[in-house]
């Protein structure tokens, strides 16, 4: 079974990512000019977006069953080549401003990204682990990427530790669940026997593992410390990335294997339940914004399960739609932080957005839309994420859960609302600086405007597709 | 008990202390030495399942080319003895139990499984050679070709991290 056209066509967006970095660091010692690697990195992503079109002409499995490239993996393509091109686009300034190197920096978020890819299409769970170490590991040094910060440091130590740790229980997990069924290709799980404590054993430990990625409490320990020490197009990239192709991960397993859906729901109940409440109550109390928002990605990850928690069709589609609402936001404000932090990224506490309407009216207008987005408001694209949830939540009965998300979407207003009322209502400080936007950062920063608008008008056409019967290419 | 099983009980012995006592050496060429153990014990039971080339391979890469490494690199950092803090000593206290507890529900759950006939890759003799070059460079090729790019990853983080400041 040589590969064949088809076989490379269905991975042609890890391929185009692959090859994209490679070439980044064949031209580092020959090119000295920033703008030609981002050029670069930027053509490769938009390359690595459109060839998902290609790999979704030709549904169907790859190299034996082990890849599949079908309407959910398509989405997941476009959504992480989106993700990756607006951190590149935006990112070229925060390397020039605080002198990072930029073609090394641009090849490891394109190999992360082809990591995410795989994780994305994989359906076979040693191809997945490769992928999940690919995007990790290439995290682990991006975290640590601005050396002379010790903050940085930090970051990058405590999530290889950490990082390391839990893929360690996810490979338990893959060979548990391998020597009980004899099979790590996930369409080939369905016999299998559920009452067995060896399998409930290792897909609890790929629970754990994958949970640690999705930063799902009582695993997220790490993920303040590491958003707020990482560079912040770095924690841009980690909030909407790696975390949509960790839950996408999570999802296939959930759907095709019959065990795990039965197995999970009650962990998922649990885990969506301590995640909401953990990180809506963390972020109450931060005062510096980056460890806020890193605080309200991990509720983020709470509300998120609540959707698997629901076990239907509407669930699904919720999750992936949410995942791209989120993404659009999430970015667009770590965009806004990275950029108003300043060299070395001092400015970063709730005090020095006071007055930033009067300062920057577009930036705080931008970052207004991106927290109403988060905290779920009509007219942006978080409302329909959380309305699809509560939905999804209703339509199979988990009223407790649709409770506690609606209490935690209140908790979760008090500090969105506090940085939109210290934005437009305090008086600025005389020292504040006002440095103004460059052209790629507005530019990330419209598209992400325009897309949390337009998804939060017209949400159908993401949920028809995402509701379509041939999802999983069934 | 047959000699085949009492070989296994030793090797697992083996393996199971050389990996306490990495983590438990305060001075990092102790757990170096013990990581070594740890390596040929593993490779021992490669050995009784008759992977023997998964067995050389484990000698040669591991517990020769890749120790030879961390042996060096811990010889040029001139590396000390490590600090206990208080935190690591809670870390201790709370995870030591933690730990014996998942270890001895994993070890009660296998003993109570029933086993089963391996399908696919496990049931072609994925022990020999052939068959492992099959799995690898057929069945596998993709995830294969995925680890070069994975190395490669690795070989740029560690230039990122260790270059010198311009």
Redesign the interface.
């Known amino acids: 079974m040589f590969p064949l056209r088809e076989d490379f066509l269905r991975v042609l967006p890890e391929l185009v990512f692959c090859a994209g970095g490679t070439l980044l660091m064949f031209l580092q010692p020959f090119v000295r000019s920033r703008q030609a690697f981002s050029s670069l990195a930027l053509l490769a992503s938009a390359a690595a977006t459109l060839s998902a079109g290609f790999a979704a002409l030709t549904p169907g499995t790859a190299f034996g069953g082990l890849i599949r490239a079908d309407g959910f993996s398509f989405f997941f393509h476009l959504l992480i080549g989106l993700v990756v091109f607006l951190v590149v686009l935006g990112s070229s300034s925060y390397l020039e401003r605080e002198r990072l190197a930029p073609a090394e920096f641009y090849a490891l978020v394109l190999f992360a990204a082809a990591g995410m890819g795989v994780l994305a299409s994989a359906q076979e769970l040693l191809t997945a682990f490769i992928g999940l170490e690919m995007s990790s590991i290439s995290s682990y040094i991006l975290a640590g990427y601005r050396r002379d910060a010790i903050k940085s440091s930090e970051s990058a130590m405590k999530y290889f530790l950490l990082g390391s740790f839990a893929t360690a229980f996810f490979l338990y997990g893959i060979a548990l669940v391998y020597g009980k069924t004899g099979t790590t290709v996930l369409t080939q799980m369905g016999s299998a026997d559920v009452s067995d404590t060896v399998l409930k054993l290792g897909l609890a430990l790929i629970l754990v593992g994958l949970g640690f990625k999705v930063a799902a409490a009582p695993f997220q320990v790490w993920t303040p410390d590491v958003y707020e020490g990482a560079p912040t197009p770095v924690t841009a990239l980690f909030s909407a990335g790696p975390k949509a192709a960790a839950f996408a991960l999570l999802l296939r397993i959930f759907v095709m294997v019959p065990a795990a859906t039965q197995l999970w729901f009650w962990a998922f109940w649990l885990l969506a339940v301590l995640t909401m409440f953990t990180g809506n109550l963390g972020a109450l109390v931060q005062s510096n914004v980056k460890r806020m928002l890193a605080y309200s990605s991990i509720a983020h990850a709470g509300y998120l399960l609540v959707a698997f928690a629901a076990r239907s069709e509407i669930g699904v589609a919720a999750i992936l739609f949410y995942l791209l609402a989120y993404a659009l936001a999430k970015l667009g404000a770590f965009t806004v932080v990275g950029h108003l932090g300043g060299g070395g990224e001092k400015h970063l506490d709730l005090e020095d957005y006071a007055g930033l309407a009067q300062r920057q009216p577009f930036a705080a207008a931008a970052l207004s839309v991106f927290l109403l987005s988060l905290l779920g408001l009509p007219v942006t694209a978080g409302f329909f994420g959380k309305f699809y949830i509560f939905k999804a939540a209703l339509h199979s009965h988990l009223i407790w859960l649709a409770v506690l998300m609606g209490l935690n979407s209140v908790i979760g207003a008090y500090y969105y609302l506090r940085l939109i009322v210290v934005m437009y209502m305090r008086e600025p400080r005389e020292e504040a600086a006002c440095a103004p936007f460059p052209a790629a950062v507005s530019m990330v920063l419209t598209i992400c405007v325009l897309g949390t608008l337009y998804f939060g008008l017209f949400p159908n056409h993401v949920i028809s597709f995402a509701l379509s019967p041939g999802l999983f290419g069934r | 008990m047959t000699p085949h099983l009492m070989l296994f009980f030793v090797l697992a012995a083996l393996a199971v202390g050389g990996a306490v006592s990495l983590i438990v050496a305060s001075h990092p060429i102790r757990s170096a030495l013990a990581l070594i153990v740890v390596m040929v014990a593993l490779a021992g039971l490669y050995l009784l399942l008759g992977a023997e080339f998964v067995a050389a391979v484990q000698i040669i890469v591991y517990a020769g080319a890749i120790m030879v490494l961390f042996v060096f690199v811990i010889m040029l950092l001139n590396a000390g003895e490590e600090e206990r803090t208080n935190v690591s000593r809670l870390a201790g206290t709370a995870g030591i139990p933690l730990a014996v507890a998942l270890a001895g529900?994993?070890a009660a759950?296998?003993a109570?499984?029933t086993p089963?006939?391996?399908?696919?890759?496990?049931?072609q003799g994925a022990a020999s050679t052939r068959a492992l070059a099959n799995l690898l460079f057929?069945?596998?090729?993709?995830?294969f070709e995925?680890?070069s790019?994975?190395i490669?990853?690795?070989i740029?983080?560690a230039?990122?991290?260790a270059q010198r400041?311009k």
């Open positions: 529900f994993l759950a296998v109570r499984s089963v006939t391996a399908t696919g890759a496990a049931a057929r069945e596998f090729v993709y995830p995925l680890t790019f994975l490669l990853v690795a740029l983080g230039l990122v991290l400041e």
